[in-house]
Nanobody, 124 residues
Framework: QVQLVESGGGLVQAGGSLRLSCAAS????????MGWFRQAPGKERESVAA????????SYADSVKGRFTISRDNAKNTVYLQMNSLKPEDTAVYACAATPNSWASRYIASYTYWGQGTQVTVSS
């Protein structure tokens, strides 16, 4: 089993940056594909970015391409989401998730383990 804990959320002005971290428990972190998802009030959860177990394959939602960067450090059992040029529409609860499939999946159903999420609020 994998436990995930996110950190790094907060309130930021439009155009600002935040870096989210997701710390994972367990010795098998390097075998999991990882993803970041977000859910805004009244909206469905959506995929933001995904990374395969090695970090070599990455996929982004069109809405964040060029602004967000996903990365992972398998030695630290941590996946990151660097968010730049933030917009008010990026406001949401951001959660990381782990899939036993080793590739970079953007499908919610692929993911088995989920963190509790961290709030990101972007003011205009």
């Amino acid at each position: 089993q994998v436990q995930l804990v996110e950190s790094g959320g907060g309130l930021v002005q439009a155009g600002g940056s935040l870096r989210l971290s997701c710390a994972a428990s367990g010795r098998t972190f390097s075998t999991y594909g990882m993803g970041w998802f977000r859910q805004a009030p009244g909206k469905e959860r959506e995929s933001v970015a995904a990374i395969d177990r090695t970090g070599a394959i990455i996929s982004y939602a069109d809405s964040v391409k060029g602004r967000f960067t996903i990365s992972r450090d398998n030695a630290k059992n941590t996946v990151y989401l660097q968010m730049n040029s933030l917009k008010p529409e990026d406001t949401a609860v951001y959660a990381c998730a782990a899939t036993p499939n080793s590739w970079a999946s953007r499908y919610i159903a692929s993911y088995t383990y989920w963190g509790q999420g961290t709030q990101v609020t972007v003011s205009s």
